[in-house]
């Protein structure tokens, strides 16, 4: 358990970095828990990350990791919780006693972000993009029961890490891949994208119809012009800040201990920062 008295060095790093909402939710969590604690937001590549990591000294307790860093950073780890193992990705690492124990919110924070908006069972999906996102995305859904999903990406080769990680849950759905913008699409209850606006076609907007809910990961730019058919649809819709939100307080908790965090706090500062950009 950390010194929650005593200031401590958190972080999120990736690259890009600066258009990070997590320095926001993780300051508004620290002022609401009434700690001494800095969290800002670095820029690191993956060929710097193990020199980053090597640089941290006994002030630093935890970092967030965004792209590119959520596989990378494994093998620079000295322990891995069950979901960042079983995803080959953490998203999350604290530091104890000079070990990096690594962790994945992402797969309870996006199944935590979609029961907000269904309280129905999700038995199938399909999860545009084959990266670590979309890697936790489909463990998430296979513990809550999904049957069966469609991995839409352009090079399924490139999803491979993804495809392998997902069959290998003890309740894995049925994985079928497709090619984006070229082979047909079933329906399904849920609609995932983790692709960037610039993927959001014509074609990946044709999708929407055949859903019963939409989640897009992405909260900046927002909204997407995925959520923005999905809301043309009367369409329920799960976003990014939504996902960020819940991962983020995990995050905390893992970092400071204290439990639960302040969620709604974390939440009420994110949609603050959004509206000023």
């Known amino acids: 358990m950390p010194d929650l008295a005593g200031g401590r060095r958190c972080a999120v790093l990736g690259s890009p970095i600066g258009?990070?909402?997590s320095p926001v939710l993780h300051r508004a969590a620290y002022a609401e828990l009434g700690l001494d604690w800095s969290y800002d937001a670095v820029e690191v590549t993956e060929e710097r990350l193990a020199g980053f990591l090597d640089g941290l000294?006994?002030?630093?307790?935890?970092?967030s990791l965004t792209m590119p860093l959520k596989r990378a950073v494994v093998p620079l780890l000295d322990e891995l919780s069950p979901?960042?193992?079983?995803a080959g990705a953490a998203n999350t690492v604290v530091i104890e006693g000079g070990r990096r124990i690594g962790h994945n919110t992402d797969i309870p924070g996006a199944a935590a972000a979609i029961a907000e908006r269904r309280t129905e069972p999700v038995r199938s999906a399909t999860v545009l993009g084959g990266g670590a996102t979309a890697a936790s995305v489909l463990l998430a859904l296979a513990d809550q029961g999904c049957e069966r999903a469609s991995l839409v990406v352009r090079e399924p080769a490139r999803a491979a890490e993804t495809v392998d990680v997902a069959r290998a849950h003890p309740r894995a759905a049925v994985v079928d891949v497709l090619r984006l913008g070229v082979d047909p699409v079933p329906p399904a209850d849920l609609l995932v994208s983790t692709v960037p606006v610039a993927a959001q076609d014509d074609w990946v907007l044709s999708l929407v119809p055949e859903v019963d809910v939409v989640f897009d990961v992405l909260y900046d730019p927002w909204p997407t012009p995925l959520v923005t058919a999905a809301r043309a649809s009367g369409l329920p819709v799960v976003g990014g800040l939504d996902l960020l939100v819940h991962q983020a307080a995990l995050q905390v908790t893992l970092m400071t201990g204290a439990e639960p965090a302040p969620l709604a706090v974390m939440r009420a500062a994110g949609e603050a920062a959004l509206a000023h950009r």
């Open 57 to 63: 000294d006994d002030s630093w307790r935890g970092l």
């Open 83 to 86: 979901p960042a193992e079983q």
């Open 19 to 21: 258009h990070s909402l």
